[in-house]
């Protein structure tokens, strides 16, 4: 069974650009959180998507939002980057069935902005 | 809020000494409470849930609510073990793929 995927591996932008980050849940799983990871923060939750909808939202910008495709592929744009949104971005996907649920993550897309 | 403090950023011990990596929440209501762990190279991967009361890999973690912690412990530490440790708490109602992450601590297992 494949694993999480995320696309890109490695992201440089530059200050002002947007960038769009991809995620491939495993298959079956309906749900697909996004973390971002810094070595000053630690992860904190972006948002999590289920059957294309929104549940659950972090505390986090409207320049960070994402969005589900049937298939149950995600994607999160960040839009008008700044140099504090260079970060791992993690992505995990569960069934979403029921809460306290295995999350199975992914290697991440390490975002860099200049 | 929910909170999550895990006091030590490091930790070194001896293999097959005890080790217990440290985790306390805050939470006004039923948490759910997990250790996550990445291993060098490795994606992060649960370790054990409170809810399913397993052991995996010798470690064990018991829920206190009286002291609010979910405190790491493995009675032999093995090389094998080195990696980092997060603890996490899920919100419970709602929170489906919402965990609260404490900052992580390293451990270190030396031969």
């Known amino acids: 069974k494949a694993g999480v995927t995320q696309t890109p591996r490695y992201l440089i932008k530059t200050r002002g650009q947007q960038v769009t980050l991809s995620c491939s849940p495993i298959?079956?799983?309906?749900?697909v959180s996004w973390y971002q990871q810094t070595p000053g923060q630690g992860l904190q939750f972006l948002f999590e998507y289920f059957s294309e909808t929104q549940r659950n939202k972090g505390n986090f910008p409207g320049r960070f939002s994402g969005r589900q495709f049937s298939n149950s592929r995600s994607e999160m744009n960040v839009s008008t980057l700044e140099l504090g949104d260079s970060a791992l971005y993690l992505c995990a996907s569960s069934l979403g069935a029921t809460e306290g649920e295995k999350l199975f993550f992914g290697s991440g897309t390490q975002l860099s902005v200049l | 809020a929910q909170r999550v403090t895990q006091p030590e950023k490091l930790l070194s011990v001896f293999k097959g000494a005890p080790v217990e990596l440290k985790c306390n929440y805050s939470y006004s209501g039923s948490p759910e409470l997990f250790w996550y762990v990445q291993y060098s190279r490795q994606r992060l991967q649960l370790l054990l849930r409170?809810?399913s009361r397993e052991s995996i890999k010798g470690f064990t973690a018991d829920l206190n609510k009286g002291e609010t912690s979910f405190h790491l412990k493995k009675p032999f530490a093995q090389e094998e073990d080195s990696a980092m440790y997060y603890c996490a708490l899920g919100a419970g109602g709602t929170s489906y793929g919402k965990l609260t992450f404490g900052q992580g601590t390293i451990l270190t297992v030396h031969p």
């Open positions: 298959s079956g799983h309906r749900s």
């Open positions: 409170h809810i």
